[in-house]
């Protein structure tokens, strides 16, 4: 089995930066996906890392470190249409599919 | 046309009904899966299908069966639900089961809300 914990809200103003991170505990590591999920709406793929380091595209960036079971998002220049649900998502090669996270609701603010 | 499409959208049910719902993807995938998204919980991989053959059942109880009739379709039949069975229901695809961008994300469906009563 596998924990992977987020934070449940966060709130941050347009414009901003925000961090929102992911801490997870599993076997057969296979890399770690980023999704963004709007109410209402179906989640879309935002990022993937396997290795160590950064991964930037745009105003998203994810970070990971495999020894220490930790991956970030990290959005800038915040706009409003960023509030949504982030999931963070682990992929492991003795299982069938990414287990999630119960995601981190993330709300702009003007 | 989008590339994995759901129906119904919306379910509503009775404990007794017999009721599918069906996915179809448009994007040349080998891999398909079902999840399940209840309120205040993570989503949950119920089953997976890769080659139209399934490689992982999540210990979902037995009044929910798939089916795969080929790469582009995967069905979720579902009979005696409890009112605990509501939830979105989202079907997902990916070019091949494991690996990064291209091959390994998923692209999921809208989802069908089932309300069982």
């Known amino acids: 089995g596998q924990n992977i914990d987020q934070p449940t809200e966060m709130t941050a103003t347009e414009g901003a930066i925000v961090q929102i991170n992911c801490t997870y505990q599993?076997?057969?590591?296979?890399?770690l996906f980023w999704y963004q999920q709007h109410a209402g709406e179906a989640p879309t793929f935002l990022s993937y890392n396997v290795l160590d380091g950064l991964e930037e595209k745009g105003r998203f960036s994810s970070f990971l470190s495999r020894s220490k079971g930790y991956s970030y998002l990290l959005l800038k220049e915040l706009q409003m249409k960023d509030s949504a649900s982030y999931l963070c998502?682990?992929?492991?090669?003795?299982?069938?599919?990414?287990?999630f996270g119960d995601g981190t609701t993330l709300t702009v603010k003007p | 046309e989008t590339g994995v499409t759901q129906t119904p959208r919306h379910l509503v049910m009775g404990m007794t009904n017999k009721k599918s719902l069906k996915c179809e993807q448009h994007l040349g995938h080998n891999a398909m899966y079902w999840y399940k998204q209840s309120a205040k919980k993570p989503l949950e991989l119920m089953f997976v299908?890769?080659?139209?053959?399934?490689?992982e059942n999540n210990s979902v109880p037995s009044r929910f069966s798939p089916e795969c009739p080929n790469s582009s379709h995967l069905f979720l039949h579902l009979h005696t639900l409890q009112p605990e069975d509501s939830a979105l229901y989202l079907c997902?695809?990916?070019?091949?089961?494991?690996?990064?961008?291209?091959?390994?994300?998923?692209?999921f469906g809208e989802g069908s809300r089932l309300t069982v009563l």
């Open positions: 997902a695809s990916s070019q091949d089961l494991r690996g990064g961008p291209g091959t390994g994300e998923l692209f």
């Open positions: 998502a682990v992929d492991r090669t003795n299982a069938g599919k990414s287990t």
């Open positions: 599993t076997s057969g590591f296979n890399g």
């Open positions: 299908y890769s080659l139209e053959e399934r490689v």
